[in-house]
C-alpha cells in the first residue's frame, strides 16, 4: 500500500483516541446525544471537515454534515458517514471511525473534484442512550422525525424537542433535515463489533443485510415491604419476579437458533437493601435475521412476562421501544463495495449485521451498503475497543478505489 495511506490510516486511529476525550465522564467515554460533550466533538470535526474543502452545518436534528463538491452543481452526491454518539464507557471507534474514514478519503482526494458530490454525515444519535429510542439522527434524514418522536422524553423529563431548543436548534425545522433528491447511494465504513472476520482471518467484509431488532422496557409492580419483617410467602416482590423473567429470556436465545435476546438495563424501586422492592424495570433487545422468528420469540417473552407475574401475585406491563424490520442492504451497491475490496487485493467476507447500523435506516430511502473492519477479539462498547492500522489502511484504499472507480451513481429516474 502506498507510503501516505499508511500515514492517514493512523491519523484516523488518532483522531478517534483524540475524539473520545470530549466525554460526561471521567475516565471513561460517554458521550450521548446533544450533550456539551457532543458540541465540543462536533466542533473540533467541523473545522477538520472545513479544512479538507467541505461545506458544514449542523442540521436540526443535530446531525454534522460537510459537503464536498462534485465537477458541477447538478451532480448527484454519494453520503458518507457513520454515528458521534456513544454508549456508557464505550470505546475509541464505534461509529466515530466511519466518519474520520469519510473523512480521510475526502482529504485523500486533495481537491480532486469527482464527477458526484460527497456528503460526509455524522449522526447525532444512533445507540438511543439517552431516550431510549436510536437512530433519531438517521430517522430525521430519511423523513421520519415526527411529534411524536420530537415529544420522547429522557429520564429527567426533557422532551427531545426541549434538548434540541437548549442545543441552539429549531424542532420545527427538523423536516428540513431530510436527504436531498441527489442523493444516490450510502457508505458506512464501522467496526464489526464482533468476532466473525478475526475467527475468518479477515480484513475486511461487506455487510449484506442487518438483522431485525425488538426493543422493549418491562415494568413488573409489586408491593413494597420491609425486608426484615415480610415473612417470605407473604412477599410481592418484583425484582425476584423481574429476575425469574430475565432467566427466561436468557433461555429463550439459547434455544432459538440465530436469536440473541437481552436484558441489559434492571432497575429496581425503592432500591434500598432493606426494602423488598416495589417496581422493577427490566429493558429487552431481540435481533435475528428473520423477521417472523423475532416477532414469536417477542411474542412468547411476553407471555412469560404475563404467566410470571399472574403466578406470583404481580402486575406487569410492557412499553414497544423499537420493532426495526430486518434491512437488506442494497444489492447493486454491496456489489461495487465488495468489487473495490477484491480490486486492493483482499477477498470480503459476506456478512450480516447483528448490529444496527445507521445504514439500515438510510437504505429506506437510497441505496446503502456498509465495510465492515476487524474489531481485534471481537471486543465493542467497551473500553478495549480496538482497530488494527493494516486494517483501516486497507479500508482507506478500499475507500479510494470505489470512489474513483467502482461506484457507478444511477440517477432516482434512471433506477424507477
Not at 244 to 264: I, N
Not at 307 to 315: D, H, Q, T, V
Not at 318 to 340: R, T
Request: with cysteine.
Amino acid at each position: 500500500m502506498p507510503n501516505d495511506l499508511r500515514v492517514q490510516a493512523e491519523q484516523v486511529i488518532e483522531r478517534c483516541r483524540y475524539l473520545a476525550q470530549f466525554t460526561e465522564e471521567s475516565g471513561e467515554i460517554r458521550r450521548t446525544f446533544l450533550s456539551p460533550a457532543m458540541r465540543e466533538c462536533m466542533h473540533t470535526i467541523q473545522g477538520w471537515m472545513q479544512s479538507a474543502g467541505m461545506t458544514v452545518m449542523t442540521d436540526a436534528a443535530g446531525n454534522l454534515r460537510g459537503r464536498y463538491p462534485a465537477m458541477n452543481a447538478a451532480a448527484p452526491c454519494l453520503m458518507i458517514g457513520s454515528h458521534l454518539d456513544t454508549v456508557p464507557n464505550g470505546g475509541a471507534f464505534d461509529g466515530i471511525l466511519g466518519v474520520m474514514m469519510g473523512l480521510a478519503l475526502i482529504e485523500a482526494l486533495r481537491g480532486e473534484k469527482l464527477p458526484f458530490a460527497i456528503e460526509l454525515v455524522g449522526f447525532s444519535e444512533e445507540e438511543g442512550v439517552r431516550f431510549h429510542l436510536p437512530f433519531i439522527g438517521s430517522r430525521a434524514l430519511v423523513g421520519r422525525a415526527d411529534a411524536g418522536m420530537l415529544a420522547t422524553k429522557d429520564s429527567g423529563g426533557t422532551t427531545i424537542a426541549e434538548a434540541l431548543e437548549s442545543f441552539g436548534l429549531e424542532p420545527s425545522k427538523i423536516q428540513e433535515c431530510v436527504m436531498g433528491d441527489d442523493a444516490v447511494g450510502f457508505l458506512e465504513f464501522h467496526i464489526e463489533q464482533g468476532i466473525v472476520l478475526e475467527s475468518e482471518d479477515r480484513s475486511l467484509g461487506v455487510v449484506q443485510a442487518i438483522a431485525g431488532q425488538t426493543r422493549a422496557e418491562l415494568t413488573f409492580t409489586g408491593r413494597a415491604n420491609h425486608a426484615g419483617t415480610t415473612p417470605m410467602h407473604l412477599r410481592q416482590d418484583a425484582a425476584a419476579g423481574a429476575a425469574e423473567w430475565v432467566l427466561e429470556v436468557e433461555r429463550k436465545g439459547f434455544k432459538t437458533p440465530g436469536l440473541v435476546a437481552t436484558v441489559g438495563d434492571f432497575r429496581c424501586s425503592p432500591g434500598a437493601v432493606n426494602v423488598v422492592a416495589g417496581e422493577a424495570r427490566a429493558s429487552l433487545d431481540v435481533r435475528h435475521a428473520d423477521d417472523d422468528v423475532r416477532h414469536w420469540a417477542v411474542e412468547g417473552l411476553l407471555a412469560s412476562a404475563a404467566s410470571i407475574a399472574k403466578r406470583r401475585e404481580l402486575a406487569v406491563t410492557s412499553k414497544l421501544l423499537m420493532d426495526q424490520s430486518a434491512v437488506a442492504m442494497d444489492g447493486g451497491m454491496c456489489a461495487m463495495a465488495a468489487e473495490a475490496v477484491r480490486e486492493v487485493g483482499i477477498s470480503p467476507l459476506s456478512m450480516v449485521s447483528g448490529a444496527g447500523h445507521d445504514a439500515m435506516i438510510l437504505q429506506e430511502r437510497v441505496p446503502s451498503t456498509m465495510i465492515f473492519l476487524r474489531s481485534p477479539g471481537g471486543v465493542s462498547h467497551h473500553p478495549e475497543e480496538s482497530v488494527r492500522p493494516q486494517d483501516v489502511e486497507n479500508a482507506l484504499a478500499t475507500g479510494l478505489v470505489f470512489l474513483r472507480h467502482t461506484f457507478k451513481p444511477v440517477h432516482k429516474e434512471q433506477s424507477v
